[in-house]
C-alpha cells in the first residue's frame, strides 16, 4: 500500500512540475541558444585539437588500477580481525592486479610520445 502512495505523489509531482513548466517558462526561443554547444568550446571551430586515442588509454588504466587499490585500504585495516584465508585470497587478488599491470606495461599502454 505504501508504495501506491509513493508512485501517486511523485507521479503528482512529475504532472505539477509539467504544468509549472509550461505556465511558467518562456515562450520564445533565442536563436544563441538553439546552437550546438560542445565542452565549452564553440561549434566547428578548427582551433580545437582531438585527444589522441593514448590519452584515454592512460586514463582509463589508470582509474582501473586506481580503484582496485581502493580496495587495499578496507583490507588492511580489518587485517587482525580476519580468517586465516584471507591472506591467499588477498595474494590472488594482488596477483591478477599484477597481471593486467604487466600486461599493460608490455604493450607499451605506458609509453607516452
Known amino acids: 500500500?505504501?508504495?501506491?502512495?509513493?508512485?501517486?505523489?511523485?507521479?503528482?509531482?512529475?504532472?505539477v512540475m509539467l504544468f509549472m513548466n509550461r505556465l511558467l517558462g518562456p515562450r520564445q526561443t533565442n536563436p544563441l541558444k538553439e546552437q550546438p554547444f560542445?565542452?565549452?568550446s564553440p561549434p566547428l571551430d578548427s582551433e580545437i585539437k582531438p585527444y589522441g586515442?593514448?590519452?584515454y588509454l592512460v586514463a582509463l588504466i589508470?582509474?582501473?588500477?586506481?580503484?582496485?587499490?581502493?580496495?587495499?585500504?578496507?583490507?588492511?585495516?580489518?587485517?587482525?580481525e580476519m580468517s586465516p584465508i584471507a591472506g591467499p585470497v588477498m595474494l590472488v587478488y594482488v596477483?591478477?592486479?599484477?597481471?593486467?599491470?604487466?600486461?599493460?606495461?608490455?604493450?607499451g599502454?605506458?609509453?607516452?610520445e
Open 1 to 15: 500500500m505504501e508504495i501506491l502512495i509513493v508512485f501517486g505523489v511523485f507521479g503528482l509531482l512529475g504532472v
Open 38 to 40: 560542445e565542452c565549452g
Open 53 to 55: 586515442v593514448k590519452f
Open 62 to 80: 589508470f582509474l582501473v588500477f586506481d580503484v582496485e587499490v581502493v580496495f587495499f585500504f578496507p583490507w588492511a585495516v580489518v587485517f587482525r
Open 95 to 107: 596477483g591478477i592486479l599484477l597481471v593486467g599491470f604487466v600486461y599493460a606495461w608490455r604493450t
Open 109 to 112: 599502454a605506458f609509453q607516452w
